[in-house]
């Protein structure tokens, strides 16, 4: 016989436990024990009673079966299933799984799904929403799409599928995976500063973005094309995500006289895999003097040339005039003219009284050349501190996720690199003062093994083309260093 539900009214089969409606699943409960009783026996006639008289019996009512409701007791519980708990999928792609939520209890429950770990940042759920009935699966799918930068470095991501139950408090399940994230390369080269003007030796820096997910190792050369410049230059470097300077020196001919001279050339990074990348750049080579002495140089020809246009000039003694003796003056040969003076004779007298001839020109003396003034070769300028790298620091790992880098240059010009994110900054006088007398007492040493595990530090410093690494405990010279650029670092 069926069976109705004391909750809802649902009819139910025979044997059927809890209620079939899925709105109410009540437990249903039925007394096995009632049973239909037969209708009461007529009162014997009155010819076969006794002597004894007995009351009349009232009339038996008869008996239905009764379904008593009894409370069901609520019991609540979950687990979830992932159809594929690893992963694998490329920067820029999707990948996804499905997550089966199994309501375990007696009661219907609504749950909201979500990812934690790593790789939650690119994850994403649908439906966030689900609710399950008792015995009865709900399906959501989990779907994982990393976008091409820094930040996603290649590796092992793991992460966990998280269902909340908004019925029962405190009621949650969960299912952890992993995803497996493949590389991307992707480089650009630029110069700091791109043209640099100086005499025998400047310093530039070369700034490398590795714009992938992977570190890179790469192969640096540089060259100009007529061979004028040399390079002090590292032969290799690997770059983490982000970006790193390395600084080198160019060097050239200096000559004396003349205009600057500009020499172009290229750097040229190739990796272990992929293409290579390369930058131009500029060398301007200042003369040791410049053009000046030849300016100098080009007026006292000048001048010698008009001292010798006067000396050239016709003289009286090519005009048939002879020089005039003197009384008590040296003899003929005694009185040559000194050179650059012309001597003319006086006029011979005429018979008639006639006004005096105008007095001769007094010689005037060429002009001799003058000795050439001594020029005093300057020194070489100083290196400007703007274009020299003071530190390159970079700060990475531990529980906190750290993806830090900062380059200070000598002027206290510094750009701070946090995960993806580039900060032109300045460091502060105090700081700037502090930080070089630091990395006067600094001893970088041979860098440190890394530990095995996970969740350390690694602390980075290069200085002066030279690099070290220490891992979490670091010796007292490194802390005084590294304070200050983790203040820098910090406030941005």
């Not at 080009?298 to 016709?314: D, E, K, Q, T, Y």
């Amino acid at each position: 016989m069926s069976v109705t539900c004391a909750v809802c009214g649902q009819v139910n089969a025979e044997g059927t436990q809890f209620c079939v409606n899925p709105s109410c699943g009540a437990y249903l409960p039925w007394d096995r024990t009632a049973t239909h009783r037969p209708p009461a026996q007529e009162p014997p006639p009155p010819d076969q009673r006794g002597s004894t008289s007995h009351p009349p019996q009232p009339e038996a009512q008869p008996q239905t079966a009764r379904h008593e409701r009894v409370e069901q007791e609520q019991r609540s519980g979950a687990r979830i299933e992932l159809a594929d708990p690893t992963l694998t999928v490329d920067p820029g792609q999707i990948a996804e799984t499905q997550a089966t939520i199994h309501n375990t209890g007696n009661r219907v429950e609504r749950f909201l799904v979500r990812v934690s770990g790593p790789a939650a940042s690119w994850a994403s759920v649908e439906p966030a929403d689900l609710t399950v009935y008792p015995g009865r699966p709900g399906v959501c799918t989990v779907r994982f799409a990393p976008s091409r930068q820094a930040a996603s470095s290649a590796g092992t991501w793991s992460f966990g599928v998280l269902a909340d139950s908004q019925v029962t408090s405190g009621l949650q399940a969960s299912a952890v995976g992993a995803v497996h994230l493949g590389g991307y390369r992707s480089l650009t080269l630029t110069l700091e500063p791109g043209a640099a003007r100086g005499g025998s030796r400047t310093t530039q820096t070369l700034l490398i973005d590795n714009q992938g997910n992977v570190p890179e190792r790469l192969r640096l050369t540089a060259s100009d094309t007529d061979g004028l410049l040399s390079f002090e230059l590292p032969a290799g470097t690997t770059v983490e995500p982000g970006r790193s300077a390395v600084p080198f020196q160019v060097h050239a001919r200096q000559e004396w006289l003349g205009k600057p001279q500009r020499i172009p050339f290229h750097i040229v990074a190739t990796p272990e895999e992929g293409q290579p990348v390369s930058a131009d750049g500029v060398r301007i080579v200042r003369p040791r003097l410049g053009v000046l002495p030849l300016v100098l140089a080009g007026a006292l020809v000048a001048v010698l040339a008009g001292g010798l246009a006067l000396n050239l000039r016709p003289s009286s003694s090519e005009t048939g005039s002879g020089p005039m003796a003197v009384a008590g003056s040296p003899t003929q040969e005694d009185a040559s003219p000194a050179p650059g003076v012309t001597m003319r004779s006086p006029e011979p007298p005429s018979p008639s009284p006639s006004p005096p001839p105008p007095p001769s020109p007094s010689p005037s003396p060429s002009p001799s050349p003058s000795p050439s003034p001594r020029v005093k070769t300057p020194a070489p300028p100083p290196v400007n501190p703007a274009s020299q790298l003071l530190v390159e620091y970079h700060r990475s790992g531990g529980f906190a996720g750290f993806a830090d880098r900062i380059t200070v240059f000598g002027d206290g010009r510094a750009t701070v690199t946090r995960v993806t994110t580039n900060v032109d900054t300045t460091l502060t006088p105090e700081e700037l003062a502090g930080l070089t007398e630091n990395l006067g007492r600094l001893e970088l040493g041979e860098p440190a093994p890394e530990p095995g595990g996970a969740d350390h530090i690694t602390y980075e410093l290069i200085v002066n083309g030279e690099r070290s690494v220490r891992y979490d405990a670091l010796p007292q010279d490194w802390q005084d260093v590294t304070a200050i650029l983790d203040q820098v670092i910090e406030r941005q």
